[in-house]
């Protein structure tokens, strides 16, 4: 995506070729940092306080992770280790899990001396085809979108997004918001409403960003306010990303997305779920009892960051001192509320059924379910 005057992926290697480069994105909106990554424990590092996050930009982040580890140690024990380190540092996202199951398929039968470049080449590959596969989400959905559209007349298409599904959370394009780019580009009138995203901010901080960069009209809003919308008829269509979808379709998301669905149920809203077929976990088939829910520090509940008018980045107390919080990352959508899949493959049901039409090949036995 472009950012001034220049285009930019989320994470590229360094023109030296011995370190990884990010987008800070915990200094977004307010400035647009690079950073380095040198080590190993700088890519857990930006993983684990969200400097990278978005389940198919982790993912691409620990794959570089273990050939930055690599450098240092092309041993079978070092490898070990950077698995187990970076495997620990998020634990909802299935992306990171199957990232590190790649490059470690690919370099664990070579000798040490062809490792490295190897895990280089993995890297690579795992961020070409997550660009690919989320082109060609924003395809399938611009069909959908433009399905909606038809009986809108000149009314701009009202879509609603909650946390950050667009570029950033990839490594370019995104999922929720790839088809919400190409529609602009095709010149539809579409229209964003920005949850906030508590308690990280993601919708104001990233999703704001991006569609301000891309030019596509926006407003932000508290995360509370989506029902009252739907029950209006302000929302034509609930489009979110997902960290990681069982073989039933099941969705773990950002929380408060589960309350996002309920109420689109309610008013017959359609509610799509946009992701990578990287992000489906094919092992689990019950969301609620199989997925582990991540649990985030406390103060990122009890503080909120910002900038003051003087231009000063701060941090601010709102609660009473000593304010017990808990911080619960995601929450689990059913399946039965979702109204379909959007993938790299197509559109399909929120079911087994569904999922196995478009991938084929992972016919395979799940929870007693063909």
Not at 217 to 234: R, Y
Not at 245 to 269: E, F, P, Q, W
Not at 330 to 335: E, I, K, L, M
Request: hydrophobic share 45%.
């Amino acid at each position: 995506m472009k950012v001034g005057d220049r285009w930019y992926r989320t994470i590229w290697p360094s023109e030296d070729g011995g370190a990884v480069e990010v987008i800070d994105q915990t200094r977004l909106p307010h400035a647009f940092e690079v950073v380095r990554l040198q080590s190993l424990e700088a890519a857990a590092e930006a993983i684990r306080v969200m400097q990278v996050r978005g389940a198919p930009l982790v993912g691409a982040t620990a794959a570089y992770g273990l050939c930055l580890a690599l450098q240092e140690d092309s041993s079978d024990q070092a490898l070990q280790h950077g698995v187990e380190l970076l495997a620990a540092t998020r634990p909802t996202a299935v992306n990171l899990r199957w990232a590190l199951g790649e490059v470690v398929a690919a370099v664990g039968p070579l000798p040490a001396a062809e490792r490295v470049a190897a895990a280089w080449r993995v890297a690579a590959r795992i961020c070409d085809d997550d660009v690919a596969a989320c082109r060609s989400i924003g395809e399938h959905g611009l069909e959908l979108l433009r399905g909606l559209a038809r009986d809108k007349g000149d009314r701009a298409l009202n879509v609603l997004t909650h946390c950050n599904a667009g570029w950033l959370a990839t490594v370019d394009w995104g999922t929720a918001l790839a088809p919400v780019y190409l529609a602009h580009d095709a010149g539809m009138n579409v229209h964003v409403w920005v949850d906030e995203t508590r308690p990280r901010n993601q919708g104001a901080a990233l999703t704001a960003f991006e569609l301000g960069a891309h030019g596509v009209p926006h407003t932000l809003i508290a995360d509370n306010v989506g029902g009252h919308l739907m029950q209006h008829g302000m929302v034509d269509l609930c489009l979110v990303g997902s960290d990681r979808t069982t073989s039933r379709g099941d969705v773990a998301n950002k929380i408060g997305t589960y309350l996002k669905a309920l109420a689109a149920h309610d008013n017959k809203v359609p509610f799509y779920v946009a992701l990578p077929s990287t992000t489906i976990d094919w092992e689990i088939a019950d969301g609620i009892e199989e997925i582990p829910i991540e649990e985030r520090s406390p103060a990122e509940v009890i503080r909120v960051a910002g900038r003051t008018k003087e231009g000063i980045d701060s941090s601010v107390e709102i609660a009473p001192p000593g304010c017990a919080a808990a911080n619960f990352a995601f929450d689990v959508t059913p399946a039965r509320l979702v109204s379909g899949l959007l993938t790299e493959r197509g559109v399909c049901e929120a079911s087994t059924v569904g999922l196995r039409h478009l991938f084929p090949e992972r016919a395979v036995v799940i929870s007693g379910v063909h």
